[in-house]
């Protein structure tokens, strides 16, 4: 069993960043790919940055391309999402969630959220001036 804690979310003005960082327990994420999803109000979840268990494969959505960089410390068994130019329509609750690396699909991560089965509980960016 893993559980998932985020952390780093917060008000930030447009243009600024945000680190967030996902911190595990309960497991090793050694063979947990990882990906980490917002929700908006009113919007479906969707998935903007998945990573494999290795780091070797990582995933992004066209619109947080170049802006956002998702890394992993399997040592201290975190992974983490540093969001730069941050825009309004990056307002939402950001979660991260795991999943054996072997079941994930990690192109299909901007709609695959399905595919994981341990999620945090949650971290709210707002970007608003």
């Known amino acids: 069993q893993v559980q998932l804690v985020e952390s780093g979310g917060g008000l930030v003005e447009p243009g600024g960043s945000l680190r967030l960082s996902c911190v595990a327990s309960?497991?090793?994420?050694?063979?947990?790919?990882i990906g980490w999803f917002r929700q908006a109000p009113g919007k479906e979840r969707e998935g903007i940055s998945c990573?494999?268990?290795?780091?070797?494969?990582?995933y992004y959505l066209d619109s947080v391309k170049g802006r956002f960089t998702v890394s992993r410390d399997n040592a201290k068994n975190t992974v983490y999402l540093q969001m730069n130019s941050l825009k309004p329509e990056d307002t939402a609750v950001y979660y991260c969630?795991?999943?054996?690396?072997?079941?994930?699909?990690?192109?299909?991560?901007?709609?695959?959220?399905?595919?994981?089965?341990?999620w945090g509980q949650g971290t709210q960016v707002t970007v608003s001036s």
């Open positions: 969630a795991a999943a054996p690396d072997i079941i994930v699909v990690l192109s299909t991560c901007a709609s695959g959220w399905r595919q994981y089965n341990y």
């Open positions: 309960g497991s090793s994420l050694d063979y947990y790919a």
């Open positions: 990573i494999s268990s290795t780091d070797e494969d990582t």
